[in-house]
Nanobody, 126 residues
């Protein structure tokens, strides 16, 4: 069974920094794209940043230049370094990953699924 666990959220003043981490564990064969999403109260969940297995990155316009996504493939972990935080960055941040897992040794036992973490709350005070 595969799971994603986020950490690093908390309360920070505007202009401050936080670093989020998300570790994937379980029966993992490989991981394709990993991404961070966020959902503010009363709003839809939106993508913040994404990174492919090869290291190509993309960002939403609202965080470009302030946030940096990175990954450690050996640790199956993705990070989000958030600098110059603003009150509008306040949200629950979710980790997402496209993972090929396995339940047994045969080819039919391999499957690719989108996984989500449970989220970590980031609160930026003004």
């Amino acid at each position: 069974q595969v799971q994603l666990v986020e950490s690093g959220g908390g309360l920070v003043q505007a202009g401050g920094s936080l670093r989020l981490s998300c570790a994937a564990s379980g029966s993992i064969f490989d991981i394709n794209t990993m991404a961070w999403y966020r959902q503010a109260p009363g709003k839809q969940r939106d993508v913040v940043a994404a990174i492919t297995s090869g290291g190509s990155t993309s960002y939403s316009d609202s965080v470009k230049g302030r946030f940096t996504i990175s990954r450690d493939n050996a640790k199956n972990t993705v990070y989000l370094q958030m600098n110059s935080l603003k009150p509008e960055d306040t949200a629950v941040y979710y980790c997402n990953a496209a993972i090929k897992g396995y339940s047994g040794p045969a080819p039919r036992d391999y499957y690719r699924t989108d996984y989500w973490g449970k989220g970590t709350l980031v609160t930026v005070s003004s």
